[in-house]
């Protein structure tokens, strides 16, 4: 085992540099998608209508989608670090929605209703180790734009 | 991918401040800790297994036993972090504080997402084997309660609580740990476990309607 080696090209650590709401938009999008699940599973065994399932996890991919921008166009960030937490933590919630998928398909879940189930556990799965990655690499040293990423 | 298993950390505690935000050793050779404690994970993966195939053997018993001792720890957990260790905790010196962060943050790693994965894995499953699931169980409308306050919890551990851990963990790494982002950080982590704590009593009351 290798220790975690310090970033490159390092930026004076502040912890009060400004940040885009990662943090907040990766929690209401996984809010977005805890709500579609609460209301599909509400309705079993019977079929919950779609439509506002299908919105809820519309929305949360959006959410995800400005998030990943965002981060993308961040021109100062500790990236090692948040690659380093994020590939963890992705492998991690693999496995726990691996889990949730097992039992989903164990269950019987079929067609329409699997598909949508599984693009949310996606949705959720891709959102915590984001949010995990970037609440550690904020307060980390950043690099400068460029030398990484 | 790095390894984020063992990094080296200031050894908090054992110093004098440096000054009110950043806190480390003048000269010693700074402790190694493990973020993720390796000698943990077989134990994590051997209650998985066991889980998976309670679900699989979809019996009484077994899910049960998930459910009510992933339940029971997880609540307890919860409470006493929130209400006892918290207020001691907000009382101790930075450096205290960060020693205690030290060796008790990297259990919560392993422990915390297991007992609720254990829980809430077991829990669909026991609802779904008793038929407590479906739209005519007459207590289905506690049933849906109960998601609605596991919804709530699963928002505010994964976007509070964890990412807190995870930052404090890291920020003990840095040769100059900030105390003051530390404190705040464990505030978090301790207000928020309390939250879901207080919370969990909500399930309590659930839980006992449904079983009764």
């Known amino acids: 085992m290798t220790t975690v080696s310090h970033d490159a090209t390092p930026v004076p650590p502040d ?81 726990v929605t691996g889990m949730l998928e097992f039992v989903f398909v164990f269950d019987h879940t079929r067609g329409t209703m699997l598909v949508l189930l599984t693009f949310m556990l996606v949705v959720f799965a891709v959102n915590v180790p984001l949010l995990l990655g970037f609440s550690v690499a904020r307060y980390q040293p950043a690099e400068r734009s460029g030398s990484t990423a | 991918m790095a390894d984020v298993t063992t990094v080296p950390v ?30 943990g994970l077989p134990i994590v993966a051997a209650v998985l297994v066991a889980l998976v195939i309670a679900i699989a053997s979809n019996r009484l018993w077994p899910l049960e036993f998930f459910h009510v001792v992933g339940g029971g720890l997880w609540t307890g957990i919860d409470l006493f972090l929130g209400f006892v260790i918290g207020p001691i905790l907000g009382r101790l010196s930075i450096p205290a504080r960060m020693e205690f962060s030290m060796r008790f943050m990297p259990k919560m790693l392993l422990i915390m997402p297991t007992l609720v994965t254990m829980t809430l894995a077991a829990g669909w499953q026991l609802a779904r084997h008793l038929g407590n699931l479906s739209t005519a169980y007459p207590n289905h409308g506690w049933v849906v309660a109960s998601f609605i306050v596991v919804g709530v919890m699963a928002i505010i551990a994964l976007g509070l609580l964890e990412p807190a851990n995870l930052a404090v963990l890291f920020e003990l790494r840095k040769p100059q740990p900030n105390g003051e982002l530390i404190g705040k950080l464990m505030r978090r982590f301790v207000y928020t476990a309390g939250i879901t704590g207080a919370m969990q009593i909500a399930t309590f009351v659930i839980m006992t309607k449904l079983a009764s």
């Open chain 2, 10 to 39: 200031a050894g908090a505690g054992a110093e004098s401040l440096a000054s009110e935000h950043a806190v480390g050793p003048p000269s010693a050779e700074p402790p190694s800790f493990r973020i993720v404690p390796l000698a």
């Open chain 1, 15 to 95: 912890v009060e540099r400004r940040m885009p709401p990662v943090a907040q938009i990766c929690v209401g999008s996984m809010a977005l998608v805890i709500a579609g699940g609460i209301y599909m599973a509400a309705h079993l065994p019977r079929r919950a209508p779609f439509g506002p399932a299908v919105g809820l996890l519309i929305a949360a991919a959006v959410l995800l989608v400005i998030n990943v921008i965002s981060l993308a166009r961040l021109r100062e960030f500790a990236w090692d670090t948040f690659r380093t937490v994020t590939g963890w933590a992705a492998l991690a919630y693999l496995v």
